[in-house]
């Protein structure tokens, strides 16, 4: 089976430190596509950063990068500079190659404290 | 550019009613479509897929349907509604798999 685990349920940062949400999954297939999805109070679903598994350099969007590992099945994102606008709900996701469907994570929920 | 539309933002039905919500895609040809539900504080619970007009996959069995009348145009729908199909919808379309899936701004609705 197909999945995604994000392992803090909740986090919890002051404003202007650096936060790191962890993920792994697990696929047998060996191309696929990885996603953080980010979703505020508003609940509009937004993508953040993605990542394309054949490629080793990791993805970067402003303040935020990932952390992709391979052989570990391992997709975490940082967030630099953490702003109160970033308090949201992060999910993490990834596509298979072979078919069209996001496979998800249960979500992290972000607190930025000013 | 690609937009998606999804309305309306928030819905209040009494029990037994019938339920119609409407997505559409613009700039862009033959997309796949997506229903998801999700409850408050929980991930999201993939209903029904489409990969062209009248063909429509559904995950979980329910009181919901999906129709694809065309190429763009994704409707969920209900003949009578439950209590239990309060939540929050989002519809979502996707083309190539490296851009992942592009979101409406969801719907939420109450059955009351």
């Known amino acids: 089976a197909q999945t995604v685990t994000q392992s803090q349920p909740e986090m919890s940062v002051q404003e202007a430190e650096t936060v790191t949400l962890s993920c792994t999954y697990d696929t047998s297939e060996n191309n696929y596509y990885l996603f953080w999805y980010k979703q505020p109070p508003s609940r509009q679903m937004i993508l953040v950063i993605r990542?394309?598994?054949?490629k080793q350099q990791n993805a970067t969007e402003n303040r935020f990068s990932v952390n992709f590992q391979k052989a570990a099945k391992s997709f975490s994102l940082k967030i630099s500079d953490s702003q109160l606008g970033d308090t949201a709900m992060y999910f993490c996701?990834?596509?298979?190659?072979?078919?069209?469907?996001?496979?998800w994570g249960a979500g992290t929920k972000l607190i930025i404290k000013p | 550019s690609q937009t998606i539309h999804q309305w309306p933002a928030t819905l209040v039905q009494p029990v037994g009613s019938p339920l119609s919500l409407e997505c559409t895609v613009e700039g862009t040809s033959n997309p796949n479509l997506y229903w998801y539900r999700q409850a408050a504080g929980r991930g999201l619970q993939l209903l029904f897929y489409s990969v062209g007009i009248g063909q429509i996959s559904s995950e979980v069995p329910q009181n919901l349907s999906a129709s694809r009348p065309q190429d763009r145009q994704f409707i969920l729908s209900s003949k009578k509604l439950l209590l239990s199909d309060s939540g929050f919808y989002l519809c979502?379309?996707?083309?190539?798999?490296?851009?992942?899936?592009?979101f409406g701004s969801g719907t939420r609705l109450t059955v009351v």
């Open positions: 979502a379309w996707s083309g190539t798999l490296n851009y992942g899936y592009t």
């Open positions: 996701a990834f596509i298979p190659d072979s078919n069209y469907q996001l496979i």
């Open positions: 990542q394309e598994a054949y």
